[in-house]
């Protein structure tokens, strides 16, 4: 059977693979951030405080990792406290 551990801490690399802390010491990787790139940054329209969406002058976005394809690097990110935020029961 096995044991359920609770993610102590997170941190991010420059690459922007996310890593987690469990309450018993170990490591592990959890996930890596995608960064998207268009030809023209200036032809996406902002749709919320930190959402954009494309336009025919922006291009298509390309998705990647960071550090590849002309993609600049993450902001690596010490060992922090995740935050959780809870979302109420969609069910009726």
Known sequence: M?????????RIDSD?????KYD???????????IA????EQGLVRVGDN???TTLASGT???GVASSG??????EEPWSRPTWTS?????T
């Not at 790139?37 to 023209?40: E, G, I, L, Q, R």
């Not at 002309?70 to 902001?75: A, D, I, Q, V």
């Open 2 to 10: 096995a044991t359920l551990r609770q993610i102590h801490r997170l």
């Open 16 to 20: 922007g693979v996310i890593t987690a």
């Open 24 to 34: 018993n010491g170990q490591t592990s990787a959890i996930g890596q951030i995608a």
């Open 37 to 40: 790139t268009v030809t023209n």
């Open 51 to 53: 959402n954009y969406e």
């Open 61 to 63: 976005a390309t998705a």
């Open 70 to 75: 002309g993609r600049e690097l993450c902001k």
């Open 87 to 91: 979302r109420p029961n969609s069910r």
